[in-house]
């Protein structure tokens, strides 16, 4: 069963700050993705990560994949307040079907 | 890019009731369509897998019988939540591929909360 899970589950943090989020999945799997949640919203797309090494950045916010290592990370640089929100990885079963596992998510908090 | 709309965005029902939540894809073709639930402050569950023109998968644990799903075309799924209780409250969320995109990135819908009195 593939297991996925954050660390840390709860970040505060203050504007101009450096921190990094780290999900940590069980199984083999093809594809990683992060996700964005705001209170009382759905989920918005940041990452699709695709292959062993693969990184990939928009604005402040850069995310990397190792699969031998079956890690994913999310850095933020020089944080600002909109960045605060919950987010989450989420791995694909290889073979399940294009099903997502979840991590529990972290939920970010930044302080000006 | 590929939008997944779902109605109602919310719902307030007595219990006992039923509620339908619809799932649509806009601009794309989807065979297969994904239901999940999320309770506050938790992550998504996936419930099941919507499978058009057959029968929904079901995750262990999610009654197939009480939470029905049909997926009567290329665009549109639809879950029933059959004689809702307090407990079934939560927020659902249904997602999407577009299979002919090289990424096969899926696609969220906005989410339905259901509040069951």
Known sequence: ELKVEQNPLFLSMQEGKNYTIYCNYSTTSDRLYWYRQDPGKSLESLFVLLSNGAVKQEGRLMASLDTKARLSTLHITAAVHDLSATYFCAVEIVGGAQKLVFGQGTRLTINP | GAVVSQHPSRVICKSGTSVKIECRSLD?????????????????????TSNEGSKATYEQGVEKDKFLINHASLTLSTLTVTSAHPEDSSFYICSARDALRGTGELFFGEGSRLTVL
């Open chain 2, 28 to 48: 794309f073709q989807a065979t297969t369509m994904f239901w999940y639930r999320q309770f506050p402050k938790q992550s998504l569950m996936l419930m099941a």
